[in-house]
């Protein structure tokens, strides 16, 4: 009977022989009449205990296991089974596609306009980073969004006067190799805005990937660290040679 409502075959065994027992039975005795094997007989009892099919209770030591009365049970399969019904009745389904597509994007007013679009849209939290030249166009939209309660955080190459923005500031060393025009917008920890200097022209991508989302991400915060340990230890770290080559190095 129970295996008709998902119950496993040793349980339903165990339930029936304590059912049609008039006394409580300890292990062993289930274990004879339910043919359950003995390896198994705590495993499908606590089960059942914790489905509150079955009572427990200890005499001269000994665990004593009886179930609830056949009418007992019934109201209590009824009663879950209706409030299954009700959940899926008041239940709404919904796809949850992930959009792993990546879209190229080139031309550096199409790629603005994309980034003033994104900006537009956003709902909780704006990262950028960028050069400066590149960002000051970006302020004031970026400001009505922090104004309307959003996260906003800037990370600048370059000199940047943010106003009331949280922003970072790199002041790039002349000896920096790898430092390159580039921009990079993260929306909402869902989609992010990226585009780098090929040639003489930004080309871009824009994606709600989750893997990329999130790569991009920590690429923003570690560029904000590498920022801030290097104007905060300027000093030492550019006296140690070693560590001044690798900086240099580094794209920010």
């Given amino acids: 009977m129970l295996q008709k409502f998902g119950f496993t075959q040793y349980e339903s065994q165990?339930?029936?022989?304590?059912?049609a027992s008039e006394e409580p039975m300890d292990a062993?005795?289930?274990?004879?009449?339910?043919?359950?094997?003995?390896?198994?007989?705590?495993?499908?009892?606590?089960r059942l205990v914790e489905k509150g099919l079955i009572l427990t209770s200890f005499q001269e030591r000994k665990k004593l296991y009886t179930a609830l009365s056949l009418e007992t049970t019934i109201d209590?399969?009824?009663?879950?089974?209706?409030?299954?019904?009700?959940?899926?009745?008041?239940?709404?389904?919904?796809?949850h596609d992930?959009?792993?597509?990546?879209?190229?994007?080139?031309?550096?007013?199409?790629?603005?306009?994309?980034l003033r679009e994104r900006i537009q849209n956003a709902r909780k939290e704006i990262l950028v980073t960028g050069w400066s030249d590149e960002l000051a166009p970006l302020l004031p939209l970026l400001e009505e969004k922090k104004k309307e309660g959003l996260e906003v955080e800037l990370l600048s190459v370059g000199e940047l006067d943010p106003g009331k923005l949280h922003a970072h500031v790199l002041l790039p060393d002349e000896k920096h190799e790898a430092l390159e025009r580039h921009k990079l917008m993260i929306i909402d920890h869902e989609e992010i805005l990226f585009a780098g200097v090929e040639g003489d022209t930004f080309q871009g991508i824009h994606t709600l990937s989750k893997p990329l989302v999130k790569f991009?991400?920590?690429?923003?915060?570690?560029?904000?660290?590498?920022?801030?340990?290097?104007?905060?230890?300027?000093?030492?770290?550019?006296?140690?040679?070693?560590?001044?080559?690798i900086l240099m190095k580094l794209r920010y």
Avoid: C, G
Avoid at 84 to 90: A, G, K, L, P, V
Avoid at 221 to 233: G, M
């Fill in 216 to 245: 991009f991400t920590e690429f923003f915060y570690h560029d904000v660290a590498l920022t801030e340990i290097t104007k905060k230890y300027e000093e030492i770290l550019m006296a140690d040679e070693e560590i001044k080559e």
């Fill in 98 to 114: 992930s959009d792993e597509r990546v879209w190229t994007i080139q031309n550096n007013s199409s790629i603005n306009a994309l």
């Fill in 14 to 19: 165990v339930f029936e022989v304590l059912t």
């Fill in 76 to 95: 209590k399969l009824t009663d879950e089974f209706q409030a299954n019904i009700d959940e899926i009745r008041n239940t709404t389904f919904k796809l």
């Fill in 28 to 46: 062993t005795s289930i274990v004879k009449y339910s043919q359950v094997p003995k390896s198994k007989i705590y495993e499908v009892l606590q």
